[in-house]
Structures are given as C-alpha cells and as structure tokens.
C-alpha cells in the first residue's frame, strides 16, 4: 500500500503540475497580433509555428487529461495501481511522473 502521506504529496504535484500545464494551453490559444504587410516567409513561417503549436495543444491536454484522471484515482483510492493489471506502481516511478497509469512491465 502507498504510504498516505506520499499520496498527499503526489496530489500536491499533480495540482500544481495541472496549473502550470492550464497556463500553457492559455498562452498557446492566445491568438497572435497579427503582422502588417506581412512577406510570403513570415507567413510561412507562422503556418509553421501554428502547426508546432497545435501539436504542442495536443500533448499538453494529453497530460492534462492524465493528470485529471490520476486525481480522480486519488478520490476513490486506487491511485498509484497499474490500469492493466493492478498491480502497484513503484513510488520512484511516481515520482518521476505522477500520472504513471501503468506498472514498469505493462508498460513494455
Ligand atoms: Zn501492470
């Protein structure tokens, strides 16, 4: 059983890991101001940047989506159990990401 304790703090983390991910998607969705007379090679390279910036929306409402369901596990108890097959995930592996949905040989 994990310790409540650590618990605790693995919820403490993934709050502020939450915000600090919100923040981000926040200023990526902010809308540019958009450029006088911009040249063919600034709109290029906007359409690339807005390319690079979707792809980093993607990831980050992934984690976002992580970190909501590993709260959830928090509330009702099963947090820190591999989704496969139940068995628990280390605290070292929770630390290092304390979303971890899977135990070191499910991941594999
Ligand atoms: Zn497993």
Redesign the pocket.
Known sequence: MLDQNFIEKMQTRLIEEKERVEAEIKKLKTPEEPMDNPDIEDLSNDATEDLLEEQLLAVHKNILAKIDDALLRIKDGTYGR?L??G?EISEEDLEKEPWAE??R??KQ
């Open positions: 591999c496969i097959c068995a899977h135990c040989s499910c």
